[in-house]
């Protein structure tokens, strides 16, 4: 069984671009979820795709977007990207959506914007 | 609204020391409550659940619905708990799919 995985692990980027982070789910996993952690914060929720749709969203700008595949990968999109966007970005997966479901973590991406 | 609570933000014992490190809550409905640790250079992973009733590697956490409060606890500190503890929540009925997490408390056991 293999855990979740993020890519890249790291990665720069000027303002106004755009980005594509990468999250695989854990094996048998349908539902992915995306955090937000700033330095010396706790990770804020962005979303959650369940079975490749939007299960529930966060307070971020229209400009976060997400996507999930069927085989429960899943993408988060930055557009028009901002210094305080600048985070580590956490993706977790689950067996499925609901508060009994444990969330394992991934690594995590961490974004620098300039 | 969610809102968790972690009003330390270090906290600095001895081995064989007690320790407590305190989380509220702010929730309308009936949550469920976690603490998530990060050890260094180790991802972010579930200690413990309110729900589950358990003690993890020593420690324990009790929801106390008066007071609002999930505090995390372990009668005697090893080294090996130093790590960035994470208490979060989960809301009820349509709330169900987020965790709300506090900022964190970073605990070193000193020895």
């Known amino acids: 069984e293999t855990g979740v995985t993020q890519s890249p692990t790291h990665l720069i980027k000027t303002r106004g671009q755009q980005v594509t982070l990468r999250c695989s789910s854990q094996s048998g996993h349908n539902t992915v979820s995306w955090y937000q952690q700033a330095l010396g914060q706790g990770p804020q929720f962005i979303f959650q795709y369940y079975r490749e749709e939007e299960n529930g969203r966060g307070n971020f700008p229209p400009r976060f977007s997400g996507l999930q595949f069927p085989n429960y990968s899943s993408e988060l999109n930055v557009n028009a990207l901002e210094l305080d966007d600048s985070a580590l970005y956490l993706c977790a997966s689950s067996l499925a959506s609901g508060s009994i479901y444990e969330q394992y973590f991934g690594p995590g991406t961490r974004l620098t914007v300039t | 609204a969610q809102r968790v609570t972690q009003p330390e933000k270090l906290l600095s014992v001895f081995k064989g020391a007690p320790v407590e490190l305190k989380c509220n809550y702010s929730?309308?409905?009936?949550?469920?409550l976690f603490w998530y640790v990060q050890y260094s250079r180790q991802r972010l992973q579930l200690l413990l659940r309110h729900i589950s009733r358990e003690s993890i590697k020593g420690f324990t956490a009790d929801l106390n619905k008066g007071e609002t409060s999930f505090h995390l606890k372990k009668p005697f500190a090893q080294e090996e708990d130093s790590a960035m503890y994470y208490c979060?929540?989960?809301?009820?009925?349509?709330?169900?799919?987020?965790?709300?997490f506090g900022k964190g408390t970073l605990l070193t056991v000193n020895p």
């Open positions: 929730y309308s409905g009936s949550p469920e």
């Open positions: 979060a929540l989960k809301g009820s009925g349509g709330s169900n799919y987020k965790l709300t």
